[in-house]
């Protein structure tokens, strides 16, 4: 059953053509609209079904939307939020789906007025080395989790109904303030990133016939450095703070754990491995 | 067409047991015997149709053996092939699987006498996280690598003979001195599970419930620091020096791109991300 009458989908890349195929399959709205920049990619939105109206005047797709979903690139999202939230009415409820949360939320609450909509911060944690619409899949989200990023005087209903939203899509939710949101990711998501990308960097540096001799384990050490560079240096720069704190903690235990090596302290060296194997079981092996 | 007489297996764990299974699958010689410490395991080896003859004294299977192959985990190769070499006589091929090689050369060299066989290291770069015979698997060496490395004055002609065996098992050989062997390795095998035994080891000092926000990159990033923290404890143990120089190598470039985040030098820090990725799509997505 529609839990919204008409949800706008800003920006049909990977993540809003997936969103809008998910919403669409599970009859979550009545009319799914489509906010893009490039009139010729607006046009085979046309031609799905997911889209039953796409236009580049984000006015026309305000307008009479309930729901308002910004996917658009995570550099452009605080912008178009700070752009939206003006023109939105009470009862409207304005997410997006940024990977990083801080900046975003208060350039929401900086744009509101008294009659805005409620922007509530959303990040479901769903993607893939691809981008783009053509990769776009209904399932993306299936099993994932999603973190919602209420501000603290967010009314409870408004973040009732987003978790419903993100739920009826298969997503498990999580709530965090957007502070400790960003902290979290910076950890369990940017660190391995920044990581995977060092070590694929250091190596590009020597002899490439090296690389023949190397296996499964360091392709799969490496596989998010492939990750769009341009794209993860604009998630890198919006947590810049956070992920640098990361990196400076997680050193301090790497350097650590370097002694126990350069001096053969075998028995913490073991530990330190024990302890890494400790908790990589206990994420599980995934889908 | 069988190649050699009888060969020899030392120790039927995982690498051991699989490699009697493809020699026997692909017919490489006439008759399998394995040397094993444990008579309830050798009992098991004896049902198998991978295994003519298991015994616990090592006399009795080296006897007649053209082809000895040293299987035992890696802190006893070394040991073991000190033990094996003055007592082979002309004519017989030793090697091993071990993945640190230069102290087990070394070793090999000062324990042979005039009349020795030839010794020459193997690292087929196979394996698993899993261990033990249970898991074994004829494919187990299909389409990886395996480095072998000859003493300077080894007669070419071991090496070819060497070289045409894991050959019949479906690897790619490379060639490289027990030095250069030890040092590559540590910069394609061994930094990458430091590093991620490192981050994992770091995670498990935060809060258990970030991992719920985690998803499949932090699990590829650290999937090979669930091995075995004893086995990679011997191999790092084995391989101490070369290991921390390419640690400290990698530090440096870490540090800067560290600098690059923190002092916002964006363009520098793009360039990383692009190299990084760049080595990743070079390794291809592997099997």
């Given at each position: 059953m529609p839990i919204f009458e008409q949800v706008a989908i800003l920006g049909p890349g990977l993540l809003g053509a997936s969103l809008a195929m998910a919403v669409r399959e599970r009859k979550i709205c009545e009319r799914i609209v489509v906010w893009g920049r490039k009139e010729e990619r607006l046009e085979s939105c046309r031609a799905k079904p997911w889209c039953d109206f796409a236009d580049r005047d984000l006015q026309k797709i305000l307008f009479g939307s309930d729901l308002i979903v910004c996917c658009t690139p995570v550099d452009s999202i605080r912008e178009m939020v700070g752009e939206i939230m003006p023109r939105t009415v009470k009862d409207v409820l304005v997410t997006d789906v940024g990977s990083v949360k801080e900046s975003i939320c208060r350039e929401a609450r900086e744009a509101s007025t008294e009659e805005s909509g409620t922007f509530v911060g959303s990040h479901p944690m769903a993607g893939s080395e691809k981008s783009g619409m053509e990769f776009a899949s209904a399932d993306l989200f299936l099993g994932r989790t999603c973190i919602l990023t209420?501000?603290?005087?967010?009314?409870?209903?408004?973040?009732?109904?987003?978790?419903?939203?993100?739920?009826?899509?298969?997503?498990?939710?999580?709530?965090?303030?957007?502070?400790?949101?960003?902290?979290?990711?910076?950890?369990?998501?940017?660190?391995?990133?920044?990581?995977?990308?060092?070590?694929g960097q250091y190596l590009s540096k020597r002899p490439k016939e090296w690389m023949e001799a190397s296996g499964q384990g360091l392709r799969d050490t490496t596989r998010i450095a492939q990750g769009d560079a341009g794209l993860w240096l604009e998630i890198m720069k919006a947590n810049q703070s956070k992920l640098s704190d990361s990196l400076d903690h997680w050193t301090k235990s790497l350097e650590e754990a370097k002694e126990f090596l350069r001096k053969g302290e075998w028995e913490n060296l073991e530990k330190f491995l024990a302890d890494g194997a400790h908790l990589r079981k206990s994420l599980g092996s995934g889908k």
């Open positions: 209420p501000d603290e005087d967010c009314p409870d209903e408004k973040v009732k109904r987003l978790t419903e939203f993100w739920g009826l899509l298969g997503m498990k939710i999580q709530v965090e303030s957007p502070c400790r949101h960003d902290e979290i990711v910076a950890n369990v998501s940017h660190l391995p990133h920044f990581l995977a990308s060092s070590l």
